[in-house]
């Protein structure tokens, strides 16, 4: 998709609506600036329904200071308009109170940026502003001088974020990926002392290997390369839906029968991904014209190793990444599914996955379909597609779970008598 093609009240309007369908604000919470070329700034409207907003709906406040439009612009433009003015690298300004980050600014701390190193990569480092009243102009300054020291991701004290951003697709980027990283910190805090990244790691995951790969020039797509396209975009956007994927990160690939695989993008919104945007990689080659994610070599090694193994996933969900991030041991012996599908779930030290993808291949095995990389992500393999993304959402769903658990009681796990009655039942390897 050419959001740039996008006029400026239609992109606050597909935003917006995002925001609000991914529970990131409410229906009178939060709102969004975009500045056009002949600065005039585009903003969301005061008191109408962030669901159900309408391009008609949107306000224009013009360079000249007039308004236009069929309502009221959002209360808080004034610190809009002053991000806009004082930083001319800032074209959209993106506020909102999502349940994770304001836990922090109620708290007035701010959640760390070194849980996983995709959060300081894309959101930079960030600070807190202190409270004042909504629309006042002295929340304006507040802002305004968090912003005239660099940062672009400015906390606010007992309010929520403001984001400023190139445009309101890298912010929303920021802010979901910022938003994703305080709950996986909130849902940690229940499991032991968090585990940072520090800067060499982060310099590690910085430098890690991009694909390289020698391209191909495909002419012609088989029915089974474009029905694996099909249902990957659906399954990707399941997962996006579902809060298994954010836009940044997730990467999903599928065997076809003669070898080759189709993998997703690197960089590409993983909500607006369409089959096009796949790319196949044969033989060591990846389709011109394309870049493939940068765990492709560890696809292709897993592939290389496990013939029975068709599908691959590598994703960040907030509650399974708590034990990535943290010394506690995630166990699936909660119910008989979750045994049945995970089995022995291993996890290994942060940047094997991508300093040594053959021997992190090598760990991979029917009775360890699930790895979990410290403070970097989740890595889920299956017989089919489906069975990946099974996998990968009881996973999370037994995450979610024994997180749950520390408010109600002790783990009573399946015996191991009862797990040898499963193994029985259901045929497992053992």
Known sequence: MKFELLHPADQLVMMMNRIYYRGMTTTSGGNLSIRDENGDMWITPSGIDKGMLTRDDIMCVKADGSIQGRHKPSSEYPFHLSVLKRRPDIGAVLHAHSPGLVAFSIAR????????????????????????????????????????????????????????AQDIFQAFMMFETLETSALLQINASKLGPIKLLNPQQVDAYQAKNRSDLPAIAVLHHSSEENAARRDLIKLIRRSYEQGLFTSTQGTYSVRLSDGSFIITPYGLDRAYLEPED??????????????????????????????????VLVAHPPNIMAFAVTDAQFDPRTIPESYILLRDVQKIPFSQNFLDPKGTAKKTATKTPVIICENDCVIVTGTSLLNAFDRLEVAEFTARSIIASKE???????????????????????
């Open 278 to 311: 796949l790319v196949l990689i044969r033989n060591g080659q990846q389709e011109s014209g394309k870049r493939p994610s940068r765990s492709v070599v560890l696809h292709a090694e897993i592939y290389q190793q496990h013939p029975d193994m068709q599908s």
């Open 109 to 164: 701390k701010l959640p760390e940026v070194r849980l996983i190193p995709s959060v300081k990569q894309i959101c930079g480092e960030i600070t807190i502003a202190p409270y004042a009243l909504p629309g006042s102009q002295q929340l304006g300054e507040n802002i305004a001088v968090e912003f005239d020291k660099g940062f672009a991701v400015v906390l606010l004290e007992n309010h929520g974020v403001v984001i400023g």
């Open 408 to 430: 109600v009681g002790a783990i009573v796990h399946i015996s191991e008598s009862e797990i040898s009655d499963l193994n029985i039942a259901f045929k497992l390897e053992t």
